[in-house]
């Protein structure tokens, strides 16, 4: 079972960046594609961006733009670089494969304030 875990996240001002990180213990590349997810208060999660084994990448329309999904297979991480900050993007931040095959891990609290 390969293990997740999330860092990165943070308190940040709308209009700022933040980059978040995603270390998993096995394979990333076992998986067809890999994905952020987030989770807001009182909302279910959502698949935020996407990264496919050969670096195909799409994301929620929301983020279009802002977002930039990205991995390193060698490291076994990917990451997501978030830019232009809105208050709207507050939530837990998770990675799983795009299809979550593996279990969750404690995610990476964002913050962004008005």
């Known amino acids: 079972q390969v293990q997740l875990v999330e860092s990165g996240g943070g308190l940040v001002q709308a209009g700022g960046s933040l980059r978040l990180s995603c270390a998993a213990s096995?394979?990333?590349?076992?998986?067809?594609?890999m994905g952020w997810f987030r989770q807001a208060p009182g909302k279910q999660r959502e698949l935020v961006a996407a990264?496919?084994?050969?670096?195909?990448?799409s994301y929620l329309n929301s983020v279009e733009g802002r977002f930039t999904i990205s991995r390193d297979n060698a490291k076994n991480t990917v990451y997501l670089q978030m830019n232009s900050l809105k208050p709207e993007d507050t939530a837990v931040y998770y990675c799983?494969?795009?299809?979550?095959?593996w279990g969750w891990g404690q995610g990476t609290q964002v913050t962004v304030s008005s």
């Open positions: 096995g394979s990333i590349s076992s998986v067809t594609a």
């Open positions: 799983n494969a795009a299809i979550p095959v």
């Open positions: 990264i496919t084994r050969g670096g195909t990448t």
